[in-house]
């Protein structure tokens, strides 16, 4: 231990001072203030533990070995000079000359000591007169003990069958020896002697591990041949995308999987930087390569497509070298566009029960009676019921009242929009799912909605949209009266009521060869034509007095009554729209209507052209501050309308005469409002 005496309470005594205190092998005995004046100069943080004088010769016969005379008064020095010939005695000058390079020496030796507190093996250094001077973290805690109480403690003290005593006297190095601790561990211990430049021994170190570490890692790293072979075996056969980088960032390998989901080839990889392949987001490989750690879960875009993906990578170490990084790359894009498609059908599968009675379908025409009669009929046996008429004439509404009026009506009622919904995701909605069947399928597997209507009714809506191959599936659903799930083997009976419509010349698409022919045998058992508007004229009165009266529900009117000359307006027009056309008009005639008229008069509603006399040619309005874009909107709103309308608001009719899909025609008329 150095004792140190400072003589001063000036700035510079007060760096020293902080300096000191960071080495365990110096000690400051005693700091001498004359001047009295300490209190304004000293960090106490730094000074509380040491003794201050007020005299210099209260100190010149105790036992130091260093004098620090920061007052720059050389009396001091002379006093010392006197009394102690051998004393060492810095004065001022000098340290104020040293200061900065013995504080940038003391960020160093700090900096050193917490690498060394931070590694994992243990480290004790003792000097040659085997005194601890060093130990880190690690070594106290496999050890077992305080730090604070270990310094300048001889080793045999701490370890009692040290070997360092041995390294100092032989000054041979010791190599992964094996030594049993006092608390039941053993150690994996190499000692090494310390000797300086002129071969003077200064003292020896000991670095170890605990053994049980040392078989975790051996266990780890296993022979790197057998490794090499499986992982190739691995890379090549992987569905996933994988890389490997070499320490560097380079591509090392890639597989075929990889260059499916980037685009790239080995020829675009191999030998470039870990980036070549990122469009968005930061190089994994060169992160993991820099940190040296594990990465799980990443979003990134790559390749020239910007697939989505997640990325997993990790380091590749050998014999505690890195050697390169390995990432598996997992296309996530299927999966978003899957589950973007499941809300979409969420959307338009309406799960519930059955809303509408027989009671609220209005019409006494003979035309809607015999609809009516037929449904009724239906509703008591337990045959497949097809109901047939153009859109908008009330095909749904048939439908609830069918379940209501049956022996089912207690039990779930399930709408299923056939065309709306993609055909992968429509399968999987209808028969549902077993574990594992697809990427993204839920664990568990999913009941389909023929499983969920069990005991009730499932309505097929748009039943003549279907592809083929869902036909031939639906067939087998009504001769088996079972289903299989989707990735399954297991049947499973069904007992349910199975209603269809269709506003499709079910007869032509035979002929066409887009729809079976033998699954229309087994739809047509029970067919219920239902009417449009234009045969049920008689009927337009309590359609219309039954609309107001919604409306003004909706919408908190009054209205009352339609007069003749509005009525007969009505009855004039051809309604290509039927019932649902007849809605918004009777809407947007009580919308525009004043809040205290109650009467529908013939200039409350809108223009509607007689069937003679539809325009042949779409008129087009354009604004004078529309855009391009806003422009080429507008016309194609129009235009799609204007098609829709000649087709009698049948939707597979304006898709074909659009040359667009029927899918496609949904979306644009959900987003200019055309219903």
């Known amino acids: 231990m150095r004792r140190i005496l400072i003589i001063g309470a000036t700035d510079i005594a007060n760096e020293y001072i902080k300096i ?30 040491v003794p ?45 000359l040293l200061l900065p390079f013995v504080a940038e020496w003391s960020v160093q030796i700090n900096n050193l000591e917490l690498i060394l507190n931070n590694i994992r093996d243990g480290l004790i250094v003792v000097n040659n007169e085997e005194k601890i001077q060093f130990i880190n973290d690690a070594a106290c805690k496999i050890i077992g003990i305080q730090k604070e109480k270990s310094h300048e403690r001889a080793i045999k003290e701490i370890i009692k069958n040290s070997r360092l005593p041995n390294v100092l006297q032989n000054q041979q190095k010791e190599l992964n020896q094996k030594l049993n601790l006092t608390n039941g561990k053993q150690i994996i211990s190499t000692r090494v002697p310390l000797i300086n430049d002129d071969n003077r021994l200064i003292g020896a170190f000991a670095l170890f591990k605990d053994s049980n570490e040392v078989v975790r890692l051996a266990e780890e790293n296993t022979d790197l041949k057998e490794i090499k072979t499986m992982l190739e075996a691995i890379i090549h056969s992987s569905d996933e995308a994988i890389s490997v980088v070499d ?59 910007k697939k989505e993906v997640i990325v997993n990578v990790a380091p590749i170490i050998v014999a505690g070298k890195l050697k390169g990084s390995v990432a598996v790359i997992h296309d996530i894009s299927e999966i978003q566009e899957l589950t973007t498609e499941l809300k979409k059908a969420k959307q338009i599968i309406r799960n519930l029960e059955a ?20 449904a009724k009929i239906g509703a008591k046996t337990p045959a497949t019921v097809l109901l047939r008429g153009d859109s908008g004439t009330g095909k749904e509404l048939f439908a609830h009242a069918i379940h209501n009026e049956s022996d089912r009506k207690f039990n779930k009622f399930i709408r299923v929009n056939c065309a709306a919904i993609a055909e992968s995701v429509l399968e999987s909605e209808l028969f549902g799912y077993e574990e594992g069947a697809f990427t993204g399928a839920k664990s568990g597997g999913k009941k389909g909605l023929f499983e969920e209507a069990n005991n009730g009714s499932i309505f097929l809506d748009e039943i003549g949209e279907l592809s083929l191959s869902m036909q031939a599936k639906l ?18 009976p069904l007992n349910i009521r199975i209603i269809t419509a269709t506003n499709v010349n079910l007869e032509k698409a035979i002929t066409n060869k887009t729809f079976r022919e033998d699954l229309y045998y087994r739809l047509n058992r029970l067919p219920i034509y239902i009417p449009s508007l234009k045969e049920r004229l008689d009927d337009l009165p309590s359609l219309v007095q039954h609309m107001i009266l919604k409306v003004n529900q909706l919408y908190g009117r009054n209205v009352q009554t339609i007069t003749d000359t509005a009525m007969e307006k009505l009855r004039s027009y051809h309604w290509p729209g039927n019932i649902r056309e007849l809605e918004n008009v009777i809407s947007r005639a009580v919308i525009f209507m004043d809040v205290t008229e109650e009467v529908i008069n013939y200039h409350h509603l809108p223009n509607l052209q007689t069937e003679n006399k539809v325009e042949k040619e779409s008129s087009l309005h354009i604004a004078g501050e529309q855009t391009l874009q806003e422009a080429m909107e507008q016309y194609e709103k129009e235009y799609i309308y204007y098609v829709y309308k000649e087709s009698n608001f049948n939707k597979t009719k304006t898709a074909k005469k659009l040359n667009i899909s029927v899918r496609n025609l949904y979306y644009k008329i959900e987003k200019y409002e055309l219903e």
Request: charged letters at 25%.
């Open 475 to 492: 067939l087998r659903v009504l001769q088996e009266k079972e289903v299989v799930r989707v990735g399954g083997t297991t049947t499973i």
């Open 247 to 305: 320490e560097n960032g380079n591509g090392l390998i890639i597989n075929p999987a990889y260059t499916r989901i980037t685009g790239l080839t080995e020829k675009q990889v191999l030998g470039k930087p870990a980036t070549v392949d990122i469009s968005e987001g930061e190089s994994m490989h060169l992160k993991v390569l820099r940190t040296r750690r594990p990465v799980r879960g990443a979003k990134m875009k790559v390749g020239p497509s």
């Open 355 to 374: 809303s509408y009675t027989f009671a609220d379908i209005i019409g006494e025409s003979p035309e809607m009676m015999i609809a009516i009669e037929q």
């Open 20 to 49: 000191i205190k960071n080495f365990p092998n110096m000690k400051i005995i005693a700091i001498v203030d004359e001047k009295k004046d300490h209190s304004n100069k000293l960090d106490v943080n730094h000074f509380s533990h």
């Open 52 to 96: 201050i004088s007020m005299s210099v010769s209260d100190w010149i016969d105790t036992d130091i070995d260093f004098v620090l005379e920061t007052t720059g008064d050389r009396k001091f020095i002379k006093l010392f000079k006197q009394k102690r010939t051998k004393l060492t005695i810095i004065s001022q000058n000098i340290l104020q």
